[in-house]
């Protein structure tokens, strides 16, 4: 299988401490990217990280990329409780498939 | 612009029955895909269309599963017959074509299959 897989599986935090999440891939990638999901609605894109960049920043998210270890870590700084949802990264294949993992739930406690 | 637009957005049947869900992309992407996604685990991708042609259906059950894209724009996901196993959120999401790297995906908010 293509897919990832991030952990944790599940995370809660207090709202304004950081929250950071991983992910584990095992094909080369042209990038990787990062999408939110809420409760019963679509993913949303976050940010994207092309294979030849190590960190990349949008606005409270920061994403870093070692290709060497095949791994990729999404941080969120100053958490918010609107920031409660599901994480999941997502590789992009030969003909621009996308092949997402197992997703991390965030809980926000306010 | 308007988003990624699905239906119908919940569905129950028995199994054995058969179902259909539509999808209509964002104009000018020329890029659909359809995924599967269980409770508690991420998308699985069904299929990838560019324009009407089938870019990559490896994952998709031949047997029970079909999906076209006739004139390039609205795709129909069928299952006949369903199974339980089927029981699963089918997202479609859109992006600009095979030669727009680095374009993210938007995907609408799904259709929520119950099979009983």
């Known amino acids: 299988s293509q897919q990832g897989e991030e952990d944790p599986q599940a995370l809660s935090i207090q709202e304004g401490e950081n929250a950071t999440m991983n992910c584990s891939y095992k094909?080369?990638?042209?990038?990787l990217q990062w999408y939110r999901q809420n409760s019963g609605r679509g993913l949303v894109h976050l940010i994207l990280?092309?294979?030849?960049?190590r960190e990349k920043h949008s606005g409270r998210l920061r994403v870093t990329l070692d290709t060497s270890k095949k791994s990729s870590s999404l941080l969120i700084t100053a958490s918010r409780a609107a920031d409660t949802a599901s994480y999941f990264c997502?590789?992009?294949?030969?003909?621009?498939?996308?092949?997402f993992g197992t997703g991390t739930s965030l809980t926000v406690i306010p | 612009e308007a988003g990624v637009a699905q239906s119908p957005r919940y569905k129950i049947i028995e199994k054995r029955q058969s179902v259909a869900f539509w999808c209509n992309p964002i104009s000018g992407h020329a890029t659909l895909y359809w995924y599967q996604q269980i409770l508690g685990q991420g998308p699985k991708l069904l299929i990838q269309?560019?324009?009407?042609?089938?870019?990559?259906d490896s994952q998709l059950p031949k047997d029970r599963f079909s999906a076209e894209r006739l004139k390039g724009v609205d795709s129909t996901l069928k299952i006949q017959p369903a199974k339980l196993e089927d029981s699963a959120v089918y997202l479609c999401?859109?992006?600009?074509?095979?030669?727009?790297?680095?374009?993210?995906?938007?995907f609408g908010n799904g259709t929520r299959l119950t099979v009983t």
């Open positions: 997502a590789t992009e294949g030969e003909y621009r498939q996308f092949y």
């Open positions: 094909t080369s990638i042209n990038n």
């Open positions: 999401a859109s992006s600009l074509g095979a030669h727009q790297n680095n374009s993210p995906l938007h």
């Open positions: 269309f560019q324009n009407n042609g089938v870019v990559d």
């Open positions: 990280i092309r294979s030849n960049e």
